[in-house]
C-alpha cells in the first residue's frame, strides 16, 4: 500500500455515504432518556385524550380540532426540537463531528441525513401518537386527514429548522424553546403579521381546512399551509448545508 | 527568527502553507508561518498554546485561516472536496461515535471515503493498529489507549496521502508506542506526508530527525533537529570528553582549543572522569581534540555532544 501524490478530481457516490451517516444519526440521536422523555410527553396527550372523551364535550370535533391544534403547536415542535438539534449538534459540541465533515461528502449530505433521521424518529414517536390522541376523542375523517397532513408537514420543517439551528447555535436547546415557546407561542399570536413568519399560524390553516373548524389566526389557504411550511424546510437545509460547509470544526 | 534548512527526500511538496496567519479575537494564534512538506514523517514541536492545534486544523481544511494560503496536493482543502478524500486525521479530542463499536466506527470512515470493499478496509485498518475487528463492544468500553488506535485506524482506511496526527501516543502503554512509532515511520517511507504533533520530545526523536517547531504561533525552525542546533551560534554546545588524563587535556583545551570553558566531572562508580567542553566552534573542536589528547598522552574513550539532542534544540528555540 504505497500512498501516491496525484491531485485527486472526484468524489465518490454519496448514496452510501447519505445511508451511512443516517444510519449514525438515528442511533446517536435516539437515546433512551430522550426517547422516555418524548415517549412521556406522548403518553399524556394520549391520556388526557382519553380523559376529554370520557368527559364526552359537547362539540366534540370542535375539541379534538383544538387539541390536534395544540399538540401540534406544541408537543410536535417541542420533541423535534429535542431530536433535531442533536443531530449534528451534539457532534458539534462534542467535537466527533472531525469525522463526518473530514471526508469527500459534501455538506448537504450529511444534512439531509440529519434531517431525515429526525423526521424518522419523530413520526413514530410524536407523530402516531398525536392522530391517535385525536382519534380518540373524535375520529372523524377529515380531522385526521388534517392531523396526519399537518403532522407531517410540521415534523418536515421543524426538522429542518432545529437541524440548523444545532448547526448555527452552540446551545440550540434553549434557542429553540425560546423560539417555540416565546415567538410562535407568544409573539406570532399577536397578531396577522407576526402569524406568517410562525410555521405553526400554516399548520393551523391546514387543519381549519379540513375540518371547516375556525382556529384562531389560521388565515392560509390549505396550499399555503402546505407548501410555506415545506419551502421552510428547503431554505432551512440549504442554509445549514451551507452553514455546515463553512463552520469551523474543532 | 526562522532557521529553515533543507528538508532531505522532498521532491514535489504535498503541503504548502504560505504567510498563514489566524486569530481569534485579539489572540493571534498563528502568525505568518510558511513552510513546504513532502513524505516521510516530520514531528511539530511546540509548547500549550503554540498553535500546533490551530496549524493542524488549518492544514485539513477544519478551520480557514485569516491571512495566507494552505495548499494540500495544489488545492485548498478547505473548500476542495477530493482532497478531503486524501487526508487522514487523528485529532486530539477523544470523542468518537459512542453509539458504535470499533469496527463500525472505521467502516463507516471507509464508506465516507467511498472505499469499494469498506468492511474488508475496516478490518485491515483495525489490524493495523493490533485491534480486533470482531471485537463488538462499544468504543466506550475500550480503554483511552484502544480508543486512540480506533482513530488512527479511521485515520488509514483512505490511503491517505496526508496523515496528520495530534499527540497520537496519548493514553498508549510504551509496547503500544513503538509500535506506532514503527507504524508512523512505516507509513512515511510509503510515500505519504505524515505530521506528528507530539509533546513528548524523546519518543517525537524516535520519528525522525525532521521538526517543525512552532513557539507564539510563529514557526521557529523547520528542518533537521541536528542540523538545526548547529546553526544556533548564540547557544554554547557542551561537549563530554572522557579520557584517562582530564587535567591535562582540560589545560590543553583551554590554551589552544578554541573552547569557551571547562568541567572536569570527578570518576564515579564505573564510569571515568571527564572533561565538559562548552565551545560555540563545534566542528573545529571535533577536528582539535584528537590532536590535543596525542600532544598531552592522553587517550580518548569518548566524545559526546550534550545538548544536541532535540529536547535540548526545542528548550534553546522555545525559551526567550
Redesign the interface.
Known amino acids: ?13 454519496q448514496w ?2 447519505f445511508v ?2 443516517y444510519r ?1 444519526l438515528l ?2 440521536v435516539a437515546t433512551p432518556g430522550r426517547l422516555i422523555a418524548i415517549g412521556a410527553l406522548a403518553a399524556v396527550s394520549i391520556f388526557t385524550a382519553v380523559v376529554v372523551h370520557i368527559s364526552n364535550p359537547y362539540d366534540s370535533l370542535g375539541a379534538a380540532t383544538g387539541y390536534a391544534n395544540a399538540n401540534l403547536s406544541t408537543l410536535v415542535p417541542v420533541a423535534v426540537l429535542v431530536f433535531g438539534a442533536a443531530t449534528l449538534g451534539d457532534l458539534a459540541d ?3 463531528l ?9 455538506a448537504r449530505v450529511h444534512v439531509l441525513a440529519a434531517w431525515a433521521a429526525t423526521v424518522t424518529i419523530c413520526i413514530p414517536i410524536v407523530g402516531a401518537p398525536v392522530i391517535l390522541a385525536t382519534a380518540l376523542i373524535e375520529p372523524d375523517s377529515s380531522l385526521l386527514a388534517g392531523t396526519v397532513v399537518g403532522g407531517l408537514v410540521a415534523i418536515s420543517a421543524y426538522s429542518a429548522l432545529f437541524v440548523m439551528g444545532g448547526i448555527r447555535f452552540r446551545r440550540a436547546l434553549p434557542w429553540g424553546l425560546v423560539y417555540i415557546l416565546i415567538w410562535e407561542g407568544f409573539v406570532a399570536s399577536a397578531g396577522q403579521t407576526a402569524a406568517k413568519l410562525a410555521i405553526r399560524s400554516y399548520i393551523r390553516s391546514i387543519l381549519a381546512e379540513y375540518t371547516g373548524q375556525s382556529i384562531k389566526l389560521a388565515e392560509f389557504t390549505l396550499a399555503s399551509g402546505i407548501l410555506v411550511p415545506l419551502g421552510v424546510t428547503v431554505v432551512a437545509l440549504a442554509y445549514a448545508s451551507r452553514r455546515l460547509a463553512r463552520t ?3 | 527568527m526562522t532557521t529553515t534548512l533543507g528538508i532531505a527526500a522532498h521532491t ?1 511538496p ?1 503541503v504548502e502553507v504560505n504567510g498563514v496567519s489566524k486569530w481569534f479575537g485579539d489572540v493571534v494564534s498563528v502568525s505568518d508561518v510558511s513552510f513546504s512538506l513532502g ?1 516521510g514523517v516530520t514531528a511539530l514541536l511546540g509548547p500549550n498554546g503554540a498553535g500546533k492545534s490551530t496549524l493542524l ?1 488549518m492544514l ?4 480557514p485561516p485569516d491571512q495566507g494560503t494552505i495548499r494540500v ?3 485548498d482543502p478547505r473548500t476542495d ?7 487522514g ?1 487523528v ?1 486530539q ?1 477523544e ?6 463499536d470499533a469496527f463500525s ?1 472505521v467502516r ?2 471507509a ?4 472505499v469499494s470493499d469498506p468492511d474488508l478496509v475496516a478490518r485491515q485498518a483495525l489490524a493495523t493498529v493490533e485491534l480486533d475487528p470482531a471485537d463488538r463492544r462499544k468504543i466506550t468500553a475500550y480503554s483511552k489507549g484502544m480508543r486512540q488506535r480506533v482513530k488512527v485506524a ?1 485515520a488509514l482506511v483512505n ?3 496526508l496523515l496528520v496526527l495530534d499527540e497520537p501516543l496519548t493514553g498508549l502503554d510504551p509496547r503500544q508506542r513503538g509500535h506506532m512509532i514503527e507504524l508512523f515511520a512505516r ?1 512515511g517511507a ?4 505524515v505530521l506528528v504533533s507530539s509533546h513528548v520530545l524523546d519518543e517525537v526523536e524516535r520519528f525522525g530527525s525532521r521538526v517543525l517547531v512552532v513557539a507564539q504561533g510563529r514557526l521557529a525552525a523547520t528542518g533537521d533537529f541536528r542540523a538545526i542546533r548547529n546553526l544556533m551560534d548564540d547557544r554554547p554546545h557542551q561537549i563530554r570528553v572522557r579520557t584517562d588524563k582530564p587535567r591535562d587535556l582540560a589545560a590543553a583545551l583551554l590554551e589552544k582549543g578554541g573552547v569557551l570553558g571547562v568541567r572536569i566531572e570527578a570518576a564515579g562508580p564505573g564510569r571515568p572522569a571527564s572533561v565538559v567542553v562548552d565551545t560555540t566552534e563545534a566542528p573545529r573542536f571535533r577536528r582539535t581534540v584528537a590532536v590535543l589528547a596525542r600532544d598531552v598522552n592522553a587517550t580518548l574513550w569518548e566524545v559526546t555532544p550534550l545538548d544536541d539532542d532535540l529536547e535540548s534544540v526545542f528548550r534553546y528555540l522555545v525559551q526567550p
Open positions: 500500500m504505497t500512498a501516491t501524490a496525484t491531485t485527486p478530481t472526484n468524489t465518490p457516490n452510501p455515504a451511512a451517516v449514525l442511533r446517536s462534542d467535537g466527533s472531525v469525522y463526518l465533515w473530514l471526508r469527500p461528502v459534501p469551523d470544526i474543532a | 514535489t504535498i513524505v486544523r485539513c481544511g477544519l478551520t496536493l495544489g488545492a472536496l477530493p482532497v478531503r478524500g486524501r487526508i486525521i485529532p479530542q470523542a468518537v461515535f459512542e453509539a458504535f466506527f463507516l470512515a464508506i465516507l471515503n467511498g479511521q490511503d491517505p496521502v507509513l510509503q510515500g505519504r506526508c
